[in-house]
């Protein structure tokens, strides 16, 4: 992460307030380098991919550039998909929300024209679409570029690979000279570099550097999970991974105060850190975690900068970091002093790419983490719950209770089968989850394959219906042996286990 904020970049204090309340706490190192050129006014050649936080690198830029009071449009983005597009609008409409009169259009493939071109009649001072659909409108002359201050290409590379590059270079050429352009591309393959040497002369180049470092002692898991269901894939990994301490990673302030509620709900000994708590709290936060009065940190990566806590067994990613430097900073939090550690990586369909970088940076392999299917977790479930039991077998209080017992069953004529149901029922009503009666739901799987591109455009990742998804049961799912044996054996006594959820 970079050390600057956001509030010295010079955004408009409109785009500044709605990045607060956002929650980002700092810029991303894409953003650092981007912001001050395209405010500056300069093209902008950007080396980066999707988790980088490159839209916002050129959003929030823009944005600050463009006269809100005017309705023509004077931005336009060009995306390769109609997901990316309307993600890109998205982005846009939440950075926007305290201007005034603020519109933005998103323009596709596949849509009715009548709604576009009501849309731009009634105006938007950004449009953000596909190129195809954005050349149409041009050559109809249902959109006019004469006032556009600045033009985006996002996923440079892949608009070429679609087949696009034509589209793109006649609207390009369509655009008025002294337009400011960016150009966001996560290769820069020959045709890309001369679509730059022509369009964007003496632009300002910004690039991610990827920091090789091997990761010892850390072993790298990644699991695919739809953005949908990643808590669901997060409470199945506190389940049954044996971790002593854990610390989960999230990208915003607000995300870590929200997964630390939802996993206390759980039953979890949890704790947001992140750059709202003053030196003290943050302080307290970390002597908790090293006391064991807390088990899990929900953390940012500025918050946890530098973390010492030799207890912590697990890292887990459940937001992917913005670079590899910032991955191997977080990995790094455990397999101190000498220990070893495991790291996991929640990835989307749409961030899969970020694997191999990973991989490079940290000189290894990552291996596939598998959850357990939903039968292997309801047998280990059970099997838990008989540990717990027979851990009390020899209570000191069992004498007297079970004298209770069979009074009572002698009064009703029950047998302590029957009593004992009913007591472990009871449990369950107090404190539900308890009892592993149901077999709990399959998690959907999401292909650890490289995306597949599609003929029609559909950009893989984009659309779960396209490219390299499955939907339904655990099939192929299979639990790493020594992972499911050492579930409730591990560094964690079983009776301290929380109630599951998932
Ligand atoms: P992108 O690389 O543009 O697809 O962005 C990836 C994700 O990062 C999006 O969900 C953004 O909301 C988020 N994001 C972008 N910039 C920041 C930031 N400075 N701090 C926290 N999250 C961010």
């Known amino acids: 992460m970079s050390d600057i904020s956001f509030a010295e970049l010079g955004l408009d204090p409109a785009v500044l307030e709605a990045v607060t309340e956002v929650g980002y706490e700092k810029p991303s190192p894409i953003q650092a380098q981007a912001i001050p050129a395209l405010l500056a006014g300069n093209h902008l050649l950007g080396v980066a991919q999707t988790g980088t936080g490159k839209t916002a690198a050129f959003a929030l830029p823009l944005l600050s550039r463009i006269d809100a009071s005017s309705r023509e449009p004077q931005l336009l983005v060009l995306a390769p998909t109609r997901e990316l597009a ?3 609008a998205e982005a846009f409409t939440t950075y926007a929300s305290k201007f005034r009169h603020f519109h933005v259009l998103p ?10 071109i009501r849309g731009l009649k009634r105006g938007a001072q950004v449009i953000v679409g ?17 006032n556009l201050k600045a033009l985006v290409l996002d996923e440079a590379d892949e608009m070429l690979r679609m087949g696009f590059i034509d589209d793109v270079e006649a609207i390009l050429a369509k655009t008025p ?14 045709q890309i570099k001369k679509v730059a040497q022509t369009y964007l002369q003496n632009a300002t180049e910004v690039k991610i550097e990827s920091a090789t470092r091997t990761v010892e002692r850390i072993a790298q898991f990644v699991l695919p999970v739809y953005a949908e269901r990643k808590l669901d894939a997060l409470t199945r990994i ?49 002597e908790d975690l090293k006391r064991g009065k807390k088990d899990i940190i929900i953390a940012t990566d500025v918050a946890a900068r530098g ?25 790094g939090r455990t397999g101190r002093a000498g220990r070893t550690g495991k790291a996991i990586l929640l990835v989307t369909p749409r961030e899969r790419s970020w694997l191999r970088t990973l991989e490079r940076a940290t000189n290894s392999p990552m291996q596939g983490y598998e959850l357990p299917s939903p039968k292997e977790l309801l047998e280990m479930r059970e099997q838990q719950f008989e540990t717990q039991l ?25 047998d302590m089968a029957m009593v004992a149901g009913a007591l472990a029922c009871w449990m369950e009503a107090a404190q539900p989850g308890s009892l592993p009666l149901e077999q709990p739901e399959a998690l959907p799987v999401v292909s650890n394959k490289p995306p597949r591109r ?48 998932a």
């Not at 000279?177 to 020959?190: E, V």
Request: glycine share 12%.
């Open 86 to 88: 309307i993600q890109v």
């Open 107 to 116: 323009i596709y493939g596949g849509q009715d024209f009548q709604p576009q």
């Open 238 to 286: 506190l389940e049954i991974e044996p971790f002593d301490a854990s610390i989960i990673f999230v990208r915003t302030k607000a995300e870590t105060t929200l997964l630390a509620e939802k996993l206390s709900a759980r039953g979890h000994a949890v704790a947001p850190l992140n750059g709202d708590l003053n030196q003290r709290q943050r302080e307290q936060t970390v």
């Open 454 to 501: 599609d003929s029609k455009g559909g950009r893989p990742g984009g659309d779960r219906r396209k490219g390299g998804f499955k939907k339904g049961g655990p099939k192929g799912q299979g639990r790493d042996g020594g992972r499911g044996k050492s579930v409730g054996k591990g560094g964690k006594p079983a009776g301290k286990r929380p109630p599951r959820k």
């Open 130 to 146: 596909t190129p195809g659909r954005m050349l149409d409108h041009l050559r109809k002359g249902t959109l006019k570029l004469n």
């Open 177 to 190: 000279d002294d337009c400011q352009r960016a150009l966001f591309s996560a290769t820069m393959p020959p």
């Open 390 to 414: 027979l851990a009390f077998s020899d209570d000191k209080k069992l004498a007297k209770a079970i004298a209770l017992l069979d009074d009572i069953a002698e009064r009703n004529d029950m």
């Open 307 to 331: 973390l010492d806590v030799p207890r912590i067994t697990h890292v887990i990613n459940y937001d992917v970091p913005y670079d590899t430097e910032a991955y191997i900073h977080r990995v």
